[in-house]
């Protein structure tokens, strides 16, 4: 049995459409994510013996008529087909079109069908099913059924025993109960292996980290609430599942020796380092395996100076960190449960260490003022961070935030398109009386300039260039080929930022 696993080609003449990030759009850093649970599904249904294809078709910046033939050919009984709120109408008018040409059955995957499926299968009665939240499960299950059967027409009596799906009846959308989050993350694949069977690793950059670079996920789920962010919310939950840390440390091993031409790893968890006990055995079972490569990994601000220590032992270059806001007020409105002074602390505790820290900090939440706009910006020169981002709130389905928009009339549009630029750039879709979208936006660009525009900081950047050449050129050379674009060109009118909160890298948000 064949099964085709699609990131769906979208806008290929403006650039590369980084779906799987948390905020999708094609970034002006150049910035492209890997299709992570795509991949680790397709590497989990293979794992089963299942015949699988991956076709990422924006990291090769395809068009869908130069995809279609490749997939008939393919004979695929069941496609998988990853989406995005900004591109959820091209997901299913490529959904469609693929439906009509294979007769395949059509799952769709990802945040936006996951809090809006009846929304999204009433788009287009071509499209079969959602598979709701974590999704490895489900499409098993279903691919064992159209297995069995021999027929991708299956009835509502056989979907309707599979946990994690949504689909279409005579009178109307049908959500099964909730698949139980996956409690064993050891049992899946490395998420590098399936990387390096399928995919093109020198079609992914990220800003952040060495090239080429490899992302991969250690745990699911953040114990944290922060109102912004998209994952914990709508796919993972707040309970950190975790990998064995010997689980970890083989994949690090199997990159080190499978994979030499990578020269860092990225830990995409929300939050690796919350876990001290862990990332202190992380750091002892890395040494005693003799790895040596580097690795980057999103982090809070209020992990302490031994668990930093640690970090450094194993070769942590980077911490990615959101900072979020200046104001302590908003901090607790936004639930970041975070107090700036631990916050404070903690970038000392970084440099002191040797760590760098990327810093993102994020406008627009509930009770932004022109006065907080100023704290923010105080706060992250005063941080002095290695490299920061500015960026205006993004809201997605399943989110607090995005219900508090609602609720409030605070969105300039409800029509998913415009969460992207034509160009498939961020756009700032959050307005209100006192402080509009525009204002936020004119804040990031002044930000972005008074932060990196600094004597004292372009010093410490050329410094960096001398005494790390082989790290840091290639990314700065890109980084500041766009940065000065931007700053020649004035104003630019859509965020460009890279992600939801602590997403990022030098320059990321340009």
């Known amino acids: 049995m064949n099964i085709l696993f699609l990131n769906p080609p979208f806008k290929p003449e403006y650039g590369k459409f980084s779906r799987e990030q948390r905020s999708p759009a094609i970034t002006k850093s150049g910035t492209f994510y890997y299709p992570m649970w795509l991949c680790y599904a397709a590497g989990y249904l293979e794992q089963e013996g299942y015949n699988i294809k991956i076709i990422d078709a924006p990291a090769m910046r395809l068009s869908y008529q130069h995809i279609e033939k490749e997939i008939i050919k393919f004979k695929p009984s069941l496609i998988v087909l990853d989406t995005s709120t900004p591109s959820i109408d091209n997901d299913i008018r490529v959904g469609a079109k693929l439906k009509a040409a294979t007769e395949a059955f059509v799952l769709l995957v990802g945040t936006h069908p996951t809090a809006l499926p009846e929304g999204t299968l009433n788009m287009d009665q071509a499209i079969d099913a959602v598979a709701r939240r974590e999704y490895e499960e489900t499409v098993l299950a279903l691919a064992k059924v159209i297995k069995h059967i021999q027929t991708t027409k299956l009835s509502t009596k056989i979907l309707s025993k599979i946990p994690g799906l949504s689909y279409r009846t005579d009178s109307g959308v049908v959500n099964n109960i909730d698949r139980e989050p996956i409690k064993n993350l050891d049992k899946l694949p490395f998420l590098s292996k399936v990387f390096k069977k399928h995919l093109n690793l020198r079609q992914y950059f990220y800003t952040i980290a060495k090239y080429p670079q490899v992302a991969i996920y250690s745990g699911r789920g953040c ?44 830990i995409e968890d929300d939050t690796f380092t919350v876990d001290a006990k862990r990332v202190a055995k992380f750091s002892q079972l890395y040494k005693k395996a003799g790895l040596k490569i580097s690795w980057i990994a999103n982090s809070r601000a209020d992990i302490s100076f031994a668990t930093l220590n640690n970090l450094k032992k194993c070769n942590c270059r980077l911490l990615c960190v959101g900072f979020e806001s200046g104001n302590q007020k908003l ?39 022109s006065e907080t706009l100023k704290d923010t910006l105080k706060y992250a020169i005063k941080l002095n961070p290695d490299t920061a981002q500015f960026f205006p709130l993004m809201v997605y389905p399943g989110t607090t935030a995005y219900n508090w928009a609602i609720e409030n009339n605070y969105l300039i549009s409800r029509n998913f398109k415009d969460w992207n630029t034509t160009e498939g750039n961020h756009n700032c879709l959050i307005s209100r009386p006192g402080l509009i979208n525009e204002e936020l936006l004119d804040f990031c660009d002044r930000a972005r300039k008074e932060f990196y525009l600094r004597p004292s900081y372009i010093t410490y950047r050329l410094m960096r260039l001398i005494k790390h050449p082989v790290e840091d050129g290639p990314r700065m050379f890109i980084s500041m080929k766009r940065f000065w674009k931007f700053i020649f060109n004035g104003t630019d009118k859509s965020t460009g930022w890279n992600g939801n909160s602590c997403k990022g890298g030098v320059f990321h948000d340009l």
């Open 223 to 266: 114990p944290y609430g922060c109102v912004y962010c998209v994952y914990p919310q709508v796919m993972h939950g707040h309970n950190y599942r975790k990998r064995s840390v010997e689980n970890l440390v083989n994949e690090f091993k199997y990159i080190e020796e499978e994979m030499p031409e990578v020269k860092e790893v990225f």
């Open 331 to 369: 901090l607790d409105k936004m639930n970041k449960n975070l107090k700036l002074e631990k916050a404070t602390q903690f970038v000392k505790d970084a440099k002191a260490a040797g760590i760098l820290v990327h810093g993102c900090f994020m406008v627009g939440t509930n009770g932004e003022t």
